[in-house]
């Protein structure tokens, strides 16, 4: 296997979790969430992930089609729409007038004080 392609399997959003129902860690990768693999330990289990995320992307390649890229690796704008209803909207103006800043800075610190 290419290490281009090693390289890039470590970029991806993954999580290990033990499974009681598998009686083995679980990895997953948020990019690719038909995927998972299994191990005996959450280092093994990473590592197995790691490796079939590396074949697929391989497999992809040679077929000519398109994966998923890293989350890590993306280019994000920093603006998305959103959607709330009209009496949130206006309590959460008053509070941004009453602290003297804009609705988007309102929301953005406290977006931020939560994740």
Same mark, same amino acid.
């Given at each position: 296997?290419?290490? &281009?392609? !090693? !390289?890039?399997? &470590?970029?991806?959003?993954?999580?290990?979790?033990?499974?009681?129902?598998?009686?083995?860690?679980?990895? =997953?990768?948020?990019?690719?969430?038909?995927?998972?693999?299994?191990?005996?330990?959450?280092?093994?289990?990473?590592?197995?992930?790691? =490796?079939?995320?590396?074949?697929?992307? !391989?497999?992809?390649?040679?077929?000519?089609?398109?994966?998923?890229?890293?989350?890590?690796? +993306?280019?994000?704008?920093? &603006?998305?729409? *959103?959607?709330?209803?009209?009496? *949130?909207?206006?309590? *959460?103006?008053?509070?941004?007038?009453?602290?003297?800043?804009?609705?988007?800075?309102?929301?953005? =610190? +406290?977006?931020?004080? =939560?994740?």
């Amino acid at each position: 296997m290419h290490s &281009k392609i !090693e !390289e890039l399997s &470590k970029h991806y959003s993954y999580s290990v979790n033990w499974s009681p129902e598998d009686e083995a860690y679980v990895a =997953t990768a948020i990019e690719w969430p038909s995927l998972a693999a299994h191990g005996d330990s959450p280092e093994s289990a990473l590592l197995e992930m790691r =490796t079939l995320v590396a074949h697929c992307i !391989e497999d992809c390649h040679e077929a000519g089609d398109d994966f998923p890229a890293p989350l890590s690796d +993306r280019k994000f704008s920093g &603006k998305f729409s *959103l959607r709330i209803p009209p009496e *949130l909207h206006r309590r *959460l103006s008053i509070i941004a007038a009453r602290e003297g800043v804009s609705l988007n800075q309102l929301v953005t =610190t +406290r977006l931020a004080a =939560t994740v």
